[in-house]
């Protein structure tokens, strides 16, 4: 984290520190539910990673066996066959079919074989000799070739998890490394500045009371001069007015 | 992300190159499948020693790129081992790009592009 360099440009206002730290919030709530979902995949990917190099070994040996199998038709019949089953193959009878798991959010495609009933290309294969072998070669290699799709639908849900589980880390730690610091920044400008501003807004109201009183107390002051200089004058009037009805006499009045 | 159900529903087929005796068993298994025509197109692709690279390359690119009926791609190890650099630089989901192994070539996983990837990953 570095000090002041990386923040969003705002202003320093109430308004933009509530939208960050709702920002933030966000943040931290899509953080942990990325994390969890990244976990989660990457608990699947190792599992399906276990799986796949299982069934590689698997089909290692499923296609050793129907290579076998091929050899015993290829003595049983006395020839080669491959020519005839290549020239003779029209329609697929072995098809697959495509189906979607979600874990997590993400959509895996799972393949899934089925037999289309009804059309047989080799209908005469091996009629002269050797049917039965040809029959148990078709349902050895039937079996091989479901096990190579049971692996290929693994080796597809290896590759999308892979690069979902990339995005989804880049996702976590852009907003681990990046956007929370980043927000957490602002905020701390944005607090500093309010508080800068409130200390400077304390300050001139500290200065304005100050000077109020103090011009009150000029004013008061000028006010009690002013007040004393007009006692004086009354004190020095006063001897003028004093009880007329008093005990002094009255002068004789001198027509 | 996740890729689109249309990058996957249409896909209904295997597609194989191999040698003769791989291309025979799996036929006899019935994934064997040629388009109507007049551009009548099979989905395997049978190569002996004589069969250039090119022809294999061009296969191997049709399948992947250019059809869009193909769910999964058998291909034998050893003839991917001849156009090795353009089966590990594949890397997408639909077909997936399966390695078998032959009558004459026993499975070897060291060489896979998955199980190598596999490996990388888990830092072995």
Sequence with gaps: MSGAGDREAVFPTRQSLGL?????????????LLKRKSEALTKR??????????????????????????????????????????????????????????????????????????????????????????????????????????????????VILDEVIKVVNRRVNAIEHVIIPRTENTIKYINSELDELDREEFYRLKKVKNNKQRDNEAKEQAAASKRRGSDKENTADDPGATDILGEQEDQDVIF | MAAPPSAYKDRHFLAVIGDED???????????????????????????????????????????????????LLINQHIAEKIRSRVDTYTEAFPAVLEIP???????????????????????
């Design chain 1, 20 to 32: 960050m730290k709702t920002k933030l919030k966000g943040a931290e709530t899509g953080h942990s």
């Design chain 1, 45 to 158: 990917f190792r599992e399906i990673t276990r799986r796949i190099d299982e069934a590689k070994r698997k089909m290692g040996r499923v296609m050793q066996i129907a290579a076998f199998s091929l050899a015993e038709v290829t003595y049983a019949v006395g020839g080669d066959i491959g020519y005839q089953i290549q020239e003779s193959a029209k329609q697929a009878r072995f098809r697959i079919r495509t189906k979607q798991e979600n874990v997590s959010g993400v959509f895996l495609p799972q393949f899934e074989s089925y037999t289309t009933e009804g059309n047989n290309d080799f209908g005469l294969t091996g009629l002269g000799k050797g049917g039965q072998q040809v029959q148990r070669c078709r349902e050895t290699y039937a079996r091989a070739v479901e096990t190579l799709v049971e692996l290929a639908s693994l080796q597809t849900a290896f």
């Design chain 2, 22 to 72: 791989s291309c025979t068993g799996l036929l006899l298994a019935g994934i064997g499948h040629v388009t109507q025509p007049p551009d009548a197109q099979k989905n395997f692709l049978v190569v002996d020693d004589k069969t250039e690279t090119s022809t294999i390359e061009q296969a191997f690119d049709n399948f992947t790129q250019k059809r869009k009926d193909i769910a999964i």
């Design chain 2, 102 to 124: 032959s009558k004459d070539h026993p499975y070897d996983p060291e060489k896979d592009s998955v199980l190598r990837r596999v490996r990388r990953l888990f830092g072995e």
